[in-house]
Structure formats: C-alpha cells, structure tokens
C-alpha cells in the first residue's frame, strides 16, 4: 500500500479511467480525477471516498495548457504533487471516420457516405488534438512536479490500432501511433531523472465511446464487433479489469523499476493473430 503517492488520472471517469482510479485508490494512492465533464469525476470520487480511499474530482481540458495548470495546483494544494500520471484522456471524431472500410469509384455516389477524401480537417483536427497533444500537454505539466520524486512514472494510454491501423478510422489510428512514438521519445528525454515512461496499448474493450459502433440497438453486436471477436483469439471483448495488472505492475518500481520505453499490448493475442 501506499499511502502517500499521487496520481492523477486524465480522461478518469471514463469507462476505463474509472476502473484506474478505483484500483490505485483501493491500492493506497491518493486520486485525482481529470475530466471535462466535473459531475461524472465528483460521483466517481464520492465512490471512491466512501469505500475510505482518497479522492478528488478536478475538471480539466487536456488539449488546454492553463486548464491543465489550474488542475495541476489545486491537486498539489489539495493531495500534494503527482508520483504518477496516467494519460487515460483520449477518443475519435465522426468525421475523422470513413463511412467505408475500401474506397470504390460509386462511394462518392452514395448517399451520406464518408470516403477518404471526405474526412474534414477539424474532425482529423479533434482526434489528433485530443490523443497526442492530450498525452503530451499533461506530461509537460504535471512531468515538472515529477522530476524530484524518486520514482515517478508516466503511464500512456495506447491502442493496438497504433501498432496496425484499423479500417474507418485513420485519425485515431496515426494519433496513436504517435502516442506509441513519444512514449519512446520521452522515455529516453527523461532516463536521467527518476521519471519512467511506458504506455499500455488496450485491444478491443467496449466503452462508451464505441458502443453505438460495436451493439445494435436490440443489444446485438454489429458486424464490425463480429469481425472484431472472430480476429480476437480469446474470440470476446476485454473486461476493464483486465488491464489493471499491468497499470499497477508499471506504476509501482518494485516490481518494474526497469522497464522503460515499452508499450505492452493487452488485446486477448488480436496482435498475434494472422487471420489463418
């Protein structure tokens, strides 16, 4: 247990970041919730305070550098500087999203489709402002209060679609393989301090997010989430659960003191699978 580490959580009181938040606060961490929506992270921290661990919901915009500082003070007055900081803040954009997993001359033709050279500069503007610069911006600012701490870790929040882009969502494909990139880069920028980078790359897990894109309205997969689970071993989604043994192993430097620039896939062997 420890009770005197800090770590914030951007993008908490998602799916997700709910799951983070809840296991490092049963863990001993003290809490803070980052999110835009300040309602949703307060009902999360008031579970979290009545179970006794230690919590605060701070709303925060990761693509605004002084929302981000505002955060980062009241968390330091309030549970005192980050040990830990989990980039869990990220999501697409419908029109960075093509409408077509192939491009065929009659696409153009179609009513309301999206091809390739439909997607909208704004839409493509959004996903790469909220994955990348969203992961980057919080290193900057909470990586100062970080550099004076004996083991401090950065956790980046990833995608198996960075390592082999999906089809429809190009976007959100490079921005996170651009998240995989600085996770690297910024692993070697910080080897001489005592700040260790590395991300997690979640496979197929259904969140709020993508759940109009993976159910039916009758509760159904749709035929993406099939095509999903029959190139997915395990041949099921991944539970939120399941992806807090590696956020805990990386946060703690007893047990992964010297790991560092690694991004680990938790995806039930999507990677590993060839389609044969």
Same mark, same amino acid.
């Given at each position: @247990? ?18 983070f938040c809840q296991a ?29 661990? !230690? ?51 009659d696409l153009s033709q ?15 503007? *959004?996903?790469?402002?909220?994955? *990348? ?14 550099l004076d701490k004996p ?5 980046? !929040?990833?995608? @198996?679609? #960075? *390592?082999?882009?999906?089809?429809? !969502?190009?976007?959100?494909? #490079? #921005? ?51 095509? !999903?689970?029959?190139?997915?071993? @395990? ?15 990386? #946060? ?17 062997? *999507? ?6």
């Amino acid at each position: @247990m420890r009770q005197n580490k800090v770590a914030v959580v951007t993008g908490g009181s998602g799916v997700l970041g709910s799951a983070f938040c809840q296991a490092l606060a049963q863990h001993g961490y003290k809490v803070a919730i980052l999110g835009r929506d300040l309602a949703k992270a307060e009902e999360l921290a008031a579970t979290i305070n009545l179970a006794g661990g !230690i919590a605060l919901a701070v709303h925060a915009d990761v693509t605004d550098r002084v929302s981000l500082e505002t955060a980062s003070e009241q968390i330091k007055q309030q549970l005192g500087s980050c040990d830990v900081l989990i980039n869990g803040a990220g999501g697409n954009h419908p029109k960075g999203t093509s409408s077509a997993e192939y491009y065929t001359d009659d696409l153009s033709q179609q009513a309301n489709a999206t091809s390739f050279f439909d997607l909208e500069l704004d839409g493509i503007d *959004f996903v790469f402002k909220l994955n *990348f610069l969203g992961t980057l911006l919080p290193c900057q600012v909470f990586g100062k209060q970080m550099l004076d701490k004996p083991h401090a870790t950065i956790i980046n !929040i990833s995608s @198996m679609s #960075a *390592f082999s882009p999906l089809t429809k !969502i190009p976007a959100y494909s #490079a #921005a996170k393989a651009a998240v995989n990139n600085f996770t690297q880069w910024l692993a070697v920028h910080f080897a001489k301090t005592n700040i260790r980078v590395n991300a997690i790359a979640p496979g197929f897990f259904l969140t709020q997010q993508n759940h109009n894109l993976l159910k039916n309205p009758d509760g159904s997969w749709t035929a993406r989430a099939e095509k !999903i689970i029959a190139h997915t071993p @395990m041949a099921r989604f991944g539970e939120a659960e399941e992806l807090l043994g590696t956020l805990l192993w990386l #946060a703690d430097e007893r047990a992964s003191g010297f790991v560092n620039g690694v991004v680990i896939p938790v995806d039930g062997g *999507f990677a590993a699978y060839s389609g044969v």
